[in-house]
């Protein structure tokens, strides 16, 4: 779309008008992007998380609790290809589906330290969790902890240095947005980083003193191809893709904790990953030996 600014400007209007229509002006231009891209194939590396557990004992109020976790998991290592995900249709490419896969980068031992902490005269808790994976990660919760259980949910925030391939179609677009200088076709591999972010619910029955059955449910946005780097094409630099959606995955933990002279915790339990786009389940089994620090 082609604006003729100078005549744009001597519009017989009042100054806060003229001022409120260069701002939404500017905010269009500003909104798109000289670069866009068509991914027909990707393939990434993704990260999913371990499942987070709460206390597992009473706390009593005003008390703060340090716990050292080290775990390990043993289960399906796959590459699950994405359905339904596709190009949307936009004024340079039409709608077309592509070709995804995501291969699943679990380790098998990872490390963990979490702080509780119930306020005074209260059974709400707060806290946090610091864990290697190797990627490391760090999570914030609020709950509740009382006599027979406790609940409470938390946000959780991970860095993760993965492998990308992908394939497509780009263009370069000049003159606002109206000429196309440069397109071809694009075929590349990259380290990438990524920040991702993931929510969760955790809760627990105590069925004794020292023994608790530990449930926990998330749901995680693992990587993102809201755009790709293109270096290899004549105008290098990050391409915006036209692709729908990013994929959402959830998890599903339920195990038992035992807690023994109020200083070691062993776990053990059933986790499985799942996304929409995939029909298949990825299932992890989970041990875990915790230290009470503080």
């Not at 229509?21 to 231009?29: C, D, I, N, R, T």
């Not at 990707?42 to 706390?59: K, M, N, Q, R, T």
């Not at 998890?251 to 023994?260: A, E, H, K, P, R």
């Given at each position: 779309?082609?604006?003729?600014?100078?005549?744009?400007?001597?519009?017989?209007?009042?100054?806060?008008?003229?001022?409120?229509?260069?701002?939404?002006?500017?905010?269009?231009?500003?909104?798109?992007?000289?670069?866009?891209?068509?991914?027909?194939?990707?393939?990434?590396?993704?990260?999913?998380?371990?499942?987070?557990?709460?206390?597992?004992?009473?706390?009593?109020?005003?008390?703060?609790?340090?716990?050292?976790?080290?775990?390990?998991?043993?289960?399906?290592?796959?590459?699950?290809?994405?359905?339904?995900?596709?190009?949307?249709a936009s004024s340079q490419f039409s709608e077309e589906p592509a070709d995804v896969d995501l291969t699943i980068q679990k380790h098998?031992?990872?490390?963990?330290?979490?702080?509780?902490?119930?306020?005074?005269?209260?059974?709400?808790?707060?806290?946090?969790?610091?864990?290697?994976?190797?990627?490391?990660?760090?999570?914030?919760?609020?709950?509740?902890?009382?006599?027979?259980?406790?609940?409470?949910?938390?946000?959780?925030?991970?860095?993760?240095?993965?492998?990308?391939?992908?394939?497509?179609?780009?263009?370069?677009?000049?003159?606002?947005?109206?000429?196309?200088?440069?397109?071809?076709?694009?075929?590349?591999?990259?380290?990438?980083?990524?920040?991702?972010?993931?929510?969760?619910?955790?809760?627990?029955?105590?069925?004794?003193?020292?023994?608790?059955?530990?449930?926990?449910?998330?749901?995680?946005?693992?990587?993102?191809?809201?755009?790709?780097?293109?270096?290899?094409?004549?105008?290098?630099?990050?391409?915006?893709?036209?692709?729908?959606?990013?994929?959402?995955?959830?998890?599903?933990?339920?195990?038992?904790?035992?807690?023994?002279?109020?200083?070691?915790?062993?776990?053990?339990?059933?986790?499985?990953?799942?996304?929409?786009?995939?029909?298949?389940?990825?299932?992890?089994?989970?041990?875990?030996?915790?230290?009470?620090?503080?």
């Open positions: 779309m082609y604006i003729d600014i100078v005549k744009f400007s001597k519009l017989k209007i009042f100054p806060g008008w003229r001022i409120a229509s260069f701002l939404a002006l500017s905010v269009f231009l500003c909104g798109c992007s000289p670069r866009v891209a068509n991914m027909t194939k990707g393939s990434f590396e993704v990260d999913l998380p371990e499942p987070f557990l709460g206390a597992g004992i009473y706390i009593f109020p005003d008390e703060l609790h340090v716990r050292g976790t080290m775990s390990y998991n043993t289960g399906d290592k796959e590459t699950l290809a994405l359905e339904g995900v596709k190009n949307r098998p031992v990872s490390g963990s330290a979490d702080i509780f902490y119930k306020l005074r005269q209260s059974q709400f808790t707060f806290g946090g969790n610091l864990a290697i994976d190797p990627n490391p990660s760090a999570s914030l919760f609020l709950g509740i902890n009382g006599l027979y259980g406790e609940c409470g949910y938390g946000l959780r925030l991970d860095y993760l240095k993965a492998k990308a391939s992908y394939s497509g179609h780009y263009v370069y677009m000049t003159d606002n947005f109206l000429t196309r200088e440069a397109e071809g076709d694009f075929d590349e591999t990259h380290d990438q980083w990524n920040v991702n972010f993931g929510l969760f619910f955790f809760s627990s029955l105590f069925v004794m003193s020292n023994l608790s059955i530990n449930f926990s449910t998330g749901v995680y946005l693992p990587t993102s191809w809201d755009e790709v780097y293109l270096e290899n094409v004549e105008h290098p630099g990050d391409y915006d893709v036209m692709e729908d959606d990013d994929p959402v995955f959830f998890s599903q933990y339920v195990g038992t904790m035992v807690t023994l002279f109020d200083l070691i915790q062993l776990g053990a339990g059933e986790m499985v990953y799942y996304t929409p786009y995939s029909d298949k389940f990825i299932w992890q089994t989970h041990f875990s030996v915790s230290f009470f620090i503080l």
